[in-house]
């Protein structure tokens, strides 16, 4: 007993390591257990397997396919029906969705079960991203600091969404900060071993998504700042050679990643539909602003379907879609959406861990990193934010910023430090900060999507700042379902859900709920069949998802609720006497 508590004692970091790593794997799995397939998700699942069947990286190009194979390769054993009917090739197209709908409809509700061990298959990833914010805080900060960047990782409620789901957010907030690591660890001992793992990062960031394209100019800017902050105004020509190797090791890692499909195409071979790309009148009929110039006979270095998804990333917000915010809707966004979206969906304990960890950094010369190193950790997140945060087309998702969350969980991770120095008067408020974080979180797991913190109202108060994704993405069907098992006397219930599935998916029978324009009621009141309804929270505040949704059942606020499927679908009992608007 005494040699168990002796081992114990000599190991325990990496038994807590090993626990919070595991209990991180399991809340992810519980998420893909419980959550129904949700919007870009169904369009995902089956764009990757058609990387894995035909070579082939159209499908959602718009973002790299790294997280959608490694969410798809369990399809490969699982040997889902396929239907690759209705893909289409036009400039304009998205067949991904109607190939996501096809890959349901064949498959019906056994769907929900691919759909979960794909879901299982990026779990893994997820917990190498704990894994790296433990490494380096630990290496910046010591062991307290590490212990807490990986705790603020492994139970903050986007990251086990969004590690849940799939999607590339995640994936790249692993990656990303993965990059960041092997890259500061090469500054700080430029050897070749570290050239070597440093541009495998750089490659694996890459084919995430394609927000970390801006590595590429970052890097050298921080190798600059690095030198000069240590005082060496000259880059020794080994150094140089090493940068070199690592930008275009992380280069030909991200068109191995796609096959070398198209590599090397001539720029002016391609056909854009952005305006920054393919000249003023782009948006509708395709061009390219660089024929007939010197640029055209560029070869460019990147796969084209890697070129082109960011072409259509960037039509997209060169339309403009309809954002949500503080109750306001609009076409367009606002440059502070994403700042105000982390304030609200951020645990408060991770945030004042994060202002303290500034405070102290201010004030104490023992909680503060060197200059050149502080860098590195925090240029790449602010960068993520100015570049997301000026794309005003539309704004709707937090994740889109989620790359940026492992960087600032390391730097909050510095007020640890106070139990290396044993400062008992700060170390207390930091155990404290990381205790309510955990626990703000796990209060509404498994529904960590949904999350919104106290200030903000807890997911009950959060339509009044943010819907779409930050709150109903179409994740509650299966919560729905659960509920109806429970009331078979509301089968079949009127149902308004927002969602690419259908709830026949999910075994929900259904009807539908009548639309009334607030301004068509005006002083009459439509008549509502006595019964059970249930209505999206996007539709019950009149979420303008696409251009021509119109607001009809925001009139269901003024019915009293009854119940929720989890946070994203509110149910309503309507008795005969309440069987018309009041």
Same mark, same amino acid.
């Given at each position: ?27 992810l ?29 159209s ?64 779990i ?39 590690g ?9 907030? /692993? ?100 305006? /920054? ?15 007939? /110039? ?54 408060l ?13 201010v004030?104490r ?26 794309? /005003? ?55 960590s ?53 259908t709830p ?35 539709h019950?505040?009149?979420y ?39």
């Amino acid at each position: 007993m005494k040699q168990l508590k002796q081992l114990l004692m000599a190991h325990w970091v990496t038994i807590v390591i090993v626990l919070m790593l595991g209990v991180h794997c399991l809340l992810l799995g519980r998420i893909a257990v419980v959550n129904a397939p949700v919007y870009d998700e169904i369009a995902h699942l089956p764009s990757g397997l058609s990387h894995w069947r035909f070579g082939n990286f159209s499908l959602y190009r718009v973002n790299p396919p790294l997280m959608r194979m490694i969410a798809s390769l369990p399809l490969l054993i699982s040997a889902p029906a396929e239907d690759w009917n209705g893909y289409s090739e036009g400039a304009y197209a998205r067949p991904e969705f109607a190939v996501g709908r096809r890959f349901l409809d064949k498959n019906g509700e056994r769907s929900f079960w691919h759909f979960t061990i794909a879901r299982w298959a990026q779990i893994s990833v997820s917990a190498l991203g704990g894994w790296i914010c433990y490494c380096w805080a630990k290496a910046l900060f010591g062991t307290s600091s590490g212990l807490l960047a990986l705790a603020l990782w492994c139970f903050d409620p986007n990251l086990l969404a969004w590690g849940a789901t799939i999607t590339p957010d995640a994936g790249a907030a /692993t990656f990303g900060v993965a990059a960041g690591y092997a890259f500061w660890r090469w500054l700080k001992s430029p050897t070749w071993a570290n050239v070597a793992i440093a541009g495998l990062a750089l490659g694996l960031a890459e084919l995430t998504k394609s927000t970390w394209i801006l590595l590429f100019a970052l890097w050298p800017l921080i190798g600059l700042i690095w030198r000069f902050s240590n005082r060496n105004l000259e880059i020794p020509k080994p150094k140089l050679i090493q940068l070199g190797a690592i930008l275009i090791g992380g280069l030909y890692l991200l068109n191995m990643g796609y096959g070398f499909e198209k590599s090397f195409q001539r720029l002016g071979d391609f056909e854009f539909i952005s305006q /920054t790309l393919g000249g003023p009148e782009a948006n509708e009929t395709p061009g390219n602003r660089f024929r007939g /110039t010197l640029l055209a006979e560029i070869p460019v270095p990147v796969p084209a379907n890697f070129l082109s998804g960011m072409d259509v990333q960037k039509y997209d917000f060169e339309r403009g879609k309809s954002s949500y915010l503080r109750g306001e809707t609009k076409k367009g966004g606002w440059w502070y959406y994403y700042l105000y979206a982390m304030a609200v969906k951020t645990p408060l304990g991770t945030i004042a861990l994060f202002g303290l960890a500034i405070a102290l950094a201010v004030s104490r010369a023992d909680f503060r990193m060197s200059f050149s190193d502080a860098v590195v950790l925090l240029l790449p997140a602010v960068t993520v934010l100015i570049l997301v945060s000026s794309q /005003t087309g539309f704004n709707r998702y937090l994740r889109y910023v989620l790359p940026a969350y492992p960087f600032l969980f390391i730097f909050a991770s510095s007020a640890a430090k106070a139990f290396e120095l044993r400062l008992k008067s700060i170390a207390i408020p930091v155990a404290a900060c990381a205790i309510v974080a955990v626990i703000g979180s796990l209060s509404v797991f498994p529904h960590s999507m949904s999350y919104f913190n106290l200030a903000a109202g807890g997911p009950t108060g959060g339509p009044r700042h943010l819907l779409d994704a930050n709150i109903d993405w179409g994740q509650d069907l299966l919560e729905l379902k659960k509920f109806l098992d429970r009331h078979p006397e509301a089968r079949p219930i009127h149902l308004a859900y927002f969602g690419y599935a259908t709830p026949g998916h999910a075994g929900i029978e259904f009807e539908e709920v009548p639309q009334y324009l607030e301004s068509e009621i005006g002083l009459d009141v439509p008549k509502l069949e006595p019964g059970w309804y249930a209505v999206s929270v996007n539709h019950l505040y009149g979420y303008q998802h696409y251009e021509n949704d119109k607001p009809a059942y925001t009139y269901f606020q003024r019915f009293e609720l009854f119940a929720k499927a989890g946070y994203s679908i509110y149910i309503y009992k309507i008795d005969p006497e309440q069987a018309v608007v009041p």
